[in-house]
């Protein structure tokens, strides 16, 4: 018997081994396409890209507070030099004129295609005066300062017309040379950081980059006390990692440590209790695998579900142990297996219907589910009779059980209250049908308000692109893509020029279409056309044309040179601007993402939609608001999960009505589980709860956990009374299901909260009715 449990162990710990080599390969994936449909539209994929991996997704912003406005900008600029030579970064603005020294070369290379100013008209006689003119008025400026040693190669100000529409809305407020908030009090930079939005690592690293850079620059300009805060997407990512990972390892340690103390005290022993884990590790892990296999991404909603499946885990081990500790391993398999193998088909088909979602999300936690759910029962029906032998005994029941099984027997005095209680809660839910659930996506964030108010006000400060409103373009290839946003581009030119907006960010701004950067090149003159004019244009300019040597080499060199393309922008910050903004889409097209800036001073950081629908109407480009789109997508998220959970549950009653083969024992049971979830849903509520997709989850589970409960009640139906040891095995797994839940609610992250404060109630609150309603009461007075 020894040699066959350690080969049977051997062969556990295998599987197990096994099992976390594919766990380790695995991918993790923590973005928003969790919510798409397994068959998204190329829109709602390429908004899913922008969101994981576009200029947006990158943004950081950061402000310095505290001193006075010299001191802030002593140290912003010292935080600027010391961020710009870190290649985590691609740009680090803070409105110094030396922000885009990378980038000068590049826009100085080719200038005559990026200018919109390029036209026949400006290298007239009189374009050219007025552009010279313009330029040497400007040289007195900070950004003239930074172009002055290349006045003779750009006199016309192709450079200063380039960078004038990579942001030519609303631009932040300067202080002591360098911006501002609007109200003057804090210092700000703007970065753009070289890792993906969807690399939490990355966005970590860059983010811990700007804090020890910060601590350096306070320290080199010997300005203490001034405070540095950040925000932005990345942000926000690496807080609610961190903030889920530190609440699941506490929680989960407490959790475990109240039931481990629960069923050291049950068992009495070391070695039983270190078994009883075991259905619980092999069933998540399983579950991670199995998922890992079939859908290739592990999502972190589902490793946050999988933490709380160890509550039904844990039960099955209790049960194995109180009954068959008592009546032996022969007797346990033919009386009890049964009811805990109905129990765990129950669960199997309640999770099982989830696999059928068109969304991934709800299709991952049921397999999840499935999977964890069989594996715990087949490691407990299997694996641990080989472990744990005939050498052991679990201490019999204790008065308190006997005192709460005369009290249960009572139970059944309560029908008629539990009858008023679900009459109550129904009107209750009916009433309320159209208040229940939450449509706002924002309940599954962990960003608290005023966290997305300082976000708000810092993009604000910047004129920065807001995550929440894009143009969404399609075409069939790059050209026709840019083309396209060109078109646009004037379309909102026109509504950034009337203060309906403030402003947006293009790909054709950094990279125009070839047609557009032919009609540019084309507006340059011949030489000794273009000779000529400087000579009558400059005649009393403090500029001599004579001294224009360069500037006539280049636009020279440009009209021969042909059209920039997309490798052309290497090594510069606009080259992962532009490909953040056009991007290959799955069906061989091309995807442009166009952010916009909502006005200064726009309530809530809004956009008239009407006004934007109306204006790109007939351009081939459609205003897409964000939040909203992906709002209506978790509508139909949920929509589509309590459909299948219904139909899970039809499942149930068909399962239940072939097993039990009884209407009057089927109806118990059945009204057990439905009112425990209305009740809960009730109770939920009336405290201010607004239900989200983790809600429903949490009934699921809470349905899974009940009808194990109601099914051991229902035995006394059949002819077999509830004794002792069977009642305390339920009440044990009950009291470790509620604290391990019970911990759970506890968290102030809402995934985790929302199971919580579902499961850890519903447990007992299904416990309880199944005394009442499923207890027989001819059973209870004997």
Not at 299 to 322: C, H, R
Request: aromatic share 6%.
């Amino acid at each position: 018997m020894r040699s066959t449990a350690v080969r049977v162990f051997l062969v556990w710990l295998a599987l197990m081994l096994a099992g976390v080599a594919v766990v380790w390969n695995s991918r993790f994936s923590a973005d928003m396409s969790f919510f798409l449909p397994s068959k998204p539209s190329a829109e709602q994929q390429a908004l899913a890209g922008q969101l994981r991996d576009g200029t947006v997704s990158r943004l950081l912003m950061v402000s310095v507070g505290g001193g006075d406005a010299v001191q802030r900008a002593a140290v912003s600029r010292e935080l600027r030099k010391r961020l710009a030579s870190d290649p985590a970064y691609v740009s680090v603005q803070n409105g110094e004129a030396g922000g885009l020294e990378g980038e000068r070369d590049v826009l100085l290379r080719h200038r005559y295609r990026l200018s919109p100013a390029v036209t026949p008209e400006r290298f007239t006689e009189e374009g050219l005066q007025s552009a010279v003119t313009d330029t040497i008025d400007l040289l007195s400026s900070p950004a003239g300062l930074l172009l002055k040693p290349y006045l003779l190669n750009d006199p016309t100000g192709e450079v200063l017309a380039v960078l004038g529409q990579l942001n030519p809305a609303s631009q932040p407020q300067m202080r002591a040379g360098v911006w501002a908030s609007r109200n003057g009090e804090r210092a700000m930079l703007l970065l753009q950081t070289r890792a993906l939005g969807s690399d939490t690592d990355g966005q970590a690293d860059a983010i811990n980059g700007v804090r020890a850079a910060f601590a350096q620059a306070v320290q080199a300009t010997g300005h203490a006390g001034l405070a540095l805060q950040m925000s932005g997407p990345g942000q926000f990512a690496v807080q609610s990692r961190e903030t889920i990972k530190k609440e699941t390892s506490q929680l989960f340690l407490i959790s475990m440590l109240g039931i481990a103390g629960v069923l050291l005290w049950v068992y009495r022993s070391p070695r039983l209790l270190a078994l009883g884990l075991l259905p619980m590790f092999s069933g998540a892990l399983a579950g991670v695998v199995v998922v890992s296999l079939v859908h290739g991404t592990v999502f972190g909603i589902t490793i946050g579900f999988g933490t709380a499946l160890i509550g039904e885990a844990v039960d099955y081990a209790i049960y194995f142990f109180v009954q068959s500790g008592r009546m032996g391993l022969a007797a346990w398999r033919q009386q009890f297996w049964p009811t805990v193998r109905l129990g765990v088909l129950t669960s199997a088909l309640g999770f099982g219907a989830l696999l059928f979602s068109g969304f991934p999300g709800l299709s991952q936690l049921g397999l999840y589910a499935l999977t964890g759910v069989v594996t715990a029962a087949l490691v407990t029906r299997f694996v641990l009779p080989v472990l744990a032998g005939t050498a052991f005994e679990v201490p019999a029941p204790g008065a308190w059980v006997h005192r709460v099984h005369a009290l249960l027997g009572q139970a059944w005095r309560l029908r008629a209250v539990v009858g008023l209680l679900a009459v109550v809660s129904m009107g209750y839910l009916w009433q309320q049908r159209d208040n229940l659930w939450h449509a706002d996506l924002s309940a599954l964030s962990t960003v608290s308000q005023a966290e997305a108010e300082n976000d708000a006000r810092m993009r604000d400060d910047l004129a920065a692109p807001d995550a929440r409103y894009l143009v969404s373009i399609h075409a069939s290839s790059p050209e026709l893509a840019l083309q396209s946003a060109e078109r646009a581009g004037q379309q909102l030119d026109r509504l950034v020029e009337e203060g309906v907006i403030g402003g947006y960010d293009s790909p054709a701004r950094f990279l125009p279409s070839a047609r557009l950067q032919q009609q540019r090149l084309a507006s340059l003159p011949e030489a000794s056309v273009l000779q000529a004019r400087l000579q009558a244009a400059l005649v009393d300019s403090p500029l001599s044309a004579s001294r224009l040597g360069p500037f006539l080499a280049d636009v020279q060199a440009a009209r021969t040179a042909g059209v920039m393309q997309r490798a052309d922008l290497d090594g510069s910050a606009l080259a992962l601007a532009v490909d953040s903004m056009l991007m290959p889409g799955e069906d061989g097209g091309w995807n442009v993402m166009m952010p916009l800036r909502p006005a200064p001073g726009a309530p809530d950081a809004s956009l008239p939609v009407e006004r934007l629908r109306a204006a790109l109407a007939g351009s081939g480009a459609v205003f897409v608001d964000l939040k909203t789109e992906f709002e209506s997508l978790y509508g139909g998220y949920v929509g589509e999960a309590v459909r299948l959970s219904l139909l899970g549950f039809l499942a149930i009653v068909v399962l239940l009505a072939v097993t039990l083969r009884s209407p009057g024992r089927l109806l118990r049971v059945l009204l057990t589980l439905v009112i425990t979830v209305m009740v809960v849903i009730t109770a939920l509520h009336l405290s201010g709860q607004r239900l989200h997709l983790l809600h429903l989850v949490g009934m699921l589970l809470t349905v899974a956990v009940g009808s194990n409960y109601a099914l051991f009640f229902d035995r006394s139906a059949g002819g077999e009374p509830l004794d002792a040891a069977t009642l305390m095995s339920l009440s044990v797994a009950t009291v470790t299901t509620a604290i391990g839940f019970g911990a759970l609610a506890t968290s102030n992250v809402p995934v985790l909260n929302a199971i919580g404060i579902t499961v850890g109630p519903g447990a007992l609150m299904s416990l309880l009715l199944a005394a009442v309603l499923v207890y027989p009461k001819a059973t209870a007075d004997r």
